[in-house]
Each structure stands twice: as C-alpha cells, then as structure tokens.
C-alpha cells in the first residue's frame, strides 16, 4: 500500500512535465510560423527610391550647368589649309635684307592665291592694301587684347575696317613675293599680339610640336 501511494505522485510529475515540453513546443513553432510569413511579407512590399541626400545638408546639390561652347573664341586654327612653316618666331637671317634679325611671326609657304583664313573670331581693325614693306597688311583684334597680322596678302574685296569675321571666314589670298621676305618665295606671314606685345604664334596655334 506504501508502494502505490508513491508511485502515483510521480505518474503526474511525468504528465506535467510532458506537458509543459508541448507548450513549450507550440510557442517555438507559433513563433517560427509567425517569423516566416513575417520575412514573405516584407518582401512583398514595393520597394522604394530614396534620394541620395548631399554631402553637405546645408548646401544641397545643384543641378549640372549647361555646357557651352567657346571654342570660336579662344581656339586659333591655322590660316591657310595646308601646314607648310617655312620660318618660326626666331631670330633668323632676311635673306633679303641680308641681316639678322626677330622674326615676328610664322610664316606659311603657299602659293599665290592660296586662300588665307581668319584664325580666330574678331573684328577687321584695319586693311593697307598699299604697304610698301608688307605688300597689304589686315589687322583683326580678337577678345581679351589679342590681335593678329596678316602680310603678303591680297585682301578681299569688300574687307574692311569695322567688319566682323568669324574663326574660318576667308579674309585674303596669299600675295606674290615682295616687300621686305620677297626672297623667301610666296608666303603668308602671320603675327600675334598680346596686349601690343608680339608673341610666339605657336602659343596659339600648337603645331611646331606636332
């Protein structure tokens, strides 16, 4: 009788803990369950574009400026359309003159009636048809007190002071030899001006390294 009555408070333990262990059970499996659609759920969910926020919240980004174009302004080309420089802005001997001296300029052997271009946009300052070193002399200034030269050259027609011409506009023809470099064969002898200080042309033009 002592047996029995021992026996059976331990059957319950052993149904309780069973007991509890199922419960404990149902939550890890409800909250697995719960977990699972969770994760299905979220990826359904339209996804969304969120701006890239500025470095600085102070100063927001602007929108990119409009590029525009200013090569007419500041690129020189080439005056005549065959590259053919026969003398440099050195000091070198005038054949003509027989002495030594700085060449101010670049000269560009070219038959005569080769056309002659203007090398950048600006404004005819002057035209001498009746130069008696130089032949004929055009002189067109250009933006920021740049100024160049054209001798040894027939200028059109109607050119005149007060004209604008656009970088490529055809200005004159290239001349027969005469005047001071008539020893030198038909050319054109092209100048450049900074503030009325001559320089090197190949500042503007970049073609001796070439």
Same mark, same amino acid.
């Given at each position: 009788?002592?047996?029995?009555?021992?026996?059976?408070?331990?059957?319950?333990?052993?149904?309780?803990?069973?007991?509890?262990?199922?419960?404990?059970?149902?939550?890890?499996?409800?909250?697995?369950?719960?977990?699972?659609?969770?994760?299905?759920?979220?990826?359904?969910?339209?996804?969304?574009?969120?701006?890239?926020?500025?470095?600085?919240?102070?100063?927001?980004?602007?929108?990119?400026?409009?590029?525009?174009?200013?090569?007419?302004?500041?690129?020189?080309?080439?005056?005549?359309?065959?590259?053919?420089?026969?003398?440099?802005?050195?000091?070198? !001997? @005038?054949?003509?003159?027989?002495?030594?001296?700085? !060449?101010?300029?670049?000269?560009?052997?070219?038959?005569?009636?080769?056309?002659?271009?203007?090398?950048?946009?600006?404004?005819?300052?002057?035209? @001498?048809?009746?130069?008696?070193?130089?032949?004929?002399?055009?002189?067109?200034? *250009?933006?920021?007190?740049?100024?160049?030269?054209?001798?040894?050259?027939?200028?059109?027609?109607?050119?005149?002071?007060?004209?604008?011409?656009?970088?490529?506009?055809?200005?004159?023809?290239?001349?027969?030899?005469?005047?001071?470099?008539?020893?030198?064969?038909? *050319?054109? !002898?092209?100048?450049?001006?900074?503030?009325?200080?001559?320089?090197?042309?190949?500042?503007?033009? @970049?073609?001796?390294?070439?």
């Amino acid at each position: 009788m002592k047996n029995k009555q021992k026996t059976q408070p331990t059957k319950k333990r052993i149904l309780m803990y069973y007991l509890i262990l199922a419960a404990c059970l149902l939550v890890i499996a409800a909250v697995t369950v719960g977990v699972v659609f969770g994760v299905r759920a979220n990826n359904n969910l339209p996804s969304i574009n969120v701006p890239n926020e500025p470095d600085n919240p102070d100063k927001p980004d602007k929108p990119d400026e409009p590029v525009v174009d200013t090569s007419t302004k500041y690129e020189f080309i080439v005056p005549v359309q065959t590259v053919n420089v026969t003398q440099t802005h050195v000091l070198w !001997h @005038n054949k003509t003159l027989n002495i030594f001296r700085l !060449h101010n300029g670049m000269d560009f052997g070219a038959n005569a009636g080769t056309e002659v271009y203007a090398a950048v946009d600006g404004t005819v300052k002057s035209v @001498n048809i009746n130069d008696r070193l130089y032949g004929a002399v055009i002189e067109i200034e *250009h933006a920021d007190g740049v100024r160049t030269v054209y001798k040894f050259v027939e200028p059109v027609s109607t050119l005149k002071a007060g004209d604008t011409v656009n970088r490529g506009d055809v200005i004159a023809t290239v001349a027969t030899a005469t005047g001071v470099e008539n020893a030198d064969g038909e *050319h054109l !002898h092209f100048e450049v001006y900074k503030n009325n200080t001559a320089q090197d042309p190949d500042l503007y033009l @970049n073609i001796i390294s070439k």
